[in-house]
Structures are given as structure tokens and as C-alpha cells.
């Protein structure tokens, strides 16, 4: 039984769960979340049905230039895939429990891993834009806990264990695969801070001394909902500038997507064959007895 405090929450959610599943009964292998300027990966896509967000009842909408809104569901290389092209931030002034709540509506839907992806800045001094970086930790310090309050039960535990996000076997395929189309792949820890601002000089210095690499607007908080509710989670970030301080011109969101679409041809790839080799690795888990 659903308690009253959450009941809005929830019905959201089924309401949400209703509309697709009177669209499509597809159910998906891998839920892939296209940050901006990566969403023409949605082209790799043997698509078999496409939902609006706006059309979804309660769903939130994107806002920001470069993200289509709008989930995709089809094949990859045979494995069923849920993409979403274009995801929601908590700047767009939604309620954090709305920026999750694509995640959770995915795992509704039957997906059981979460390969996120996104535009970022450079923290990591060593770093240059078109880098891609395998993020093997996030840190969420500075942005609102999507499970502050009660818990919801029927989706994960009260206190779920973050001592390992980010799937160790799915960054193991991610980084095989990069290796085998020689493309060089930065591993690093990822932060979330909650724009819509790019860091001054000094929070990029600060960031840096906490252990971060990379530093953007989404993604930590959805690897968080994702693995409270059992999914396994991987993510690369395509570090699209150097950040504040440590490059010598302004930051502008034309730059980030700019170094996005450049670096997409190289993306669409590593990404293709990266979900290819999951689906594979999960049917050969299937097969262990």
C-alpha cells in the first residue's frame, strides 16, 4: 500500500507508465540518455516507436536548446533500447523528484541498465574538449538528494549503498570497446553541481581538490535514483570545454555543443558497440547456471 505522503509521486509515475505502455508494450534491455549535442546518436536506433514527453500526462518537459525530448524506443544491433533524447536538469526550475523521474519510469518499463551520457566541462587540468571520459564515481555533494523524505518502497531501499554506482563489468565493456576502435578514453570522477551557471575559476580550483575530473548539470543525481531502484548504472561524459580558470575564454553553451557534435561521429561508435557487447554479456549471465 502506497503511503499518502508519496501517493502524488506514485501516481505520477503509474500515470506516466499508463500512457507509454497504451503506445508500445516494448520492453528494454538499456535505457541510454543522450546529453546535449549527442542526441543524433538516436539515428543508430531501429526505431519501432517514438513518445513525446509533452505528450505524456505530468511528464516534464526539455527546455534547453540541443535536447529534443523525446523517448525512443528500437534496437540496437538487436538489443532492445529506450533512449531518451534529451533529458530534463533541476535548473529548468522542475522538482528534483521530476528530474528523476524519467529513470524511474525507464526502470517501469522494464530496462535494467542505465547508460548515461552528457556534455561537461574540464576540471582535470589534462583534459581538452572532445576528451571522453569513463566516469567511475560521481560526487552530488552540492545538489539535492532525490530521496530526501520517505522512502519510497516499492522502487528501493531506505538506504541504499553508492560504494559502487557505476557498474564495474559495464565500464569493463565500455573500455574494451573503446580500446578496440582506438579511441582514447579518460576515466575520472564526475560532479553535479546545479547550474544553469557555469563555475567560477574558484569553484573549478575547489573541485579539483576534491578529486573531480569533469564537472557538470545532470547525470549524478540520475545514477542515483538508478541505482536506488536495482539498475545497473555506466556513464561517459564528453568533456566539451576546459573549464573556468582553466581556459582563456568565455563559456557558452554554443561552445558545449559545438565540441559535442564534433566529437559525435566517434561517440555514436563507441556507444553502438559498447550496448551491443552488454546485451551480449547479459545473455551469456542468462546462460550460467
Known sequence: MQADWDKADWDKLEQCLDYIRGKTE??????????SGLGGFAQELEAVCTVNY??????????????????????VGGTPVVCMQGRVHYYEGYAVSDVILPVRLMRRLGARILFLTNASGGVNPDYDAG????ITDHIMTFFPNPLIGPNMEELGTRFPDMSSVYDKDLCRIIRETAKKQAVPLREGV?????????????????????????VGMSTAVEALAANHC????????????????????????????AAADRAAPVFRNMVRESIIAMNSNNNEEKNVI
Open 131 to 134: 576528451d571522453f571520459m569513463l
Open 230 to 257: 536495482g539498475m545497473r548504472v555506466c556513464g561517459v561524459s564528453c568533456i566539451c570545454n576546459k573549464g573556468a580558470g582553466l581556459s582563456r575564454t568565455p563559456l557558452t553553451h554554443q561552445e558545449v555543443q
Open 54 to 75: 509533452k505528450d505524456i500526462p505530468g511528464f516534464p518537459v526539455s527546455t534547453v536548446p540541443g535536447h529534443a525530448g523525446r523517448f525512443i524506443f528500437g534496437y
Open 26 to 35: 516494448f520492453v528494454p534491455l538499456v535505457a541510454l540518455v543522450l546529453g
Open 190 to 214: 564526475y560532479v553535479q553541481l546545479t547550474g544553469p551557471s557555469f563555475e567560477t575559476p574558484a569553484e573549478v580550483r575547489m573541485l579539483g581538490i576534491l578529486g573531480a575530473d569533469a
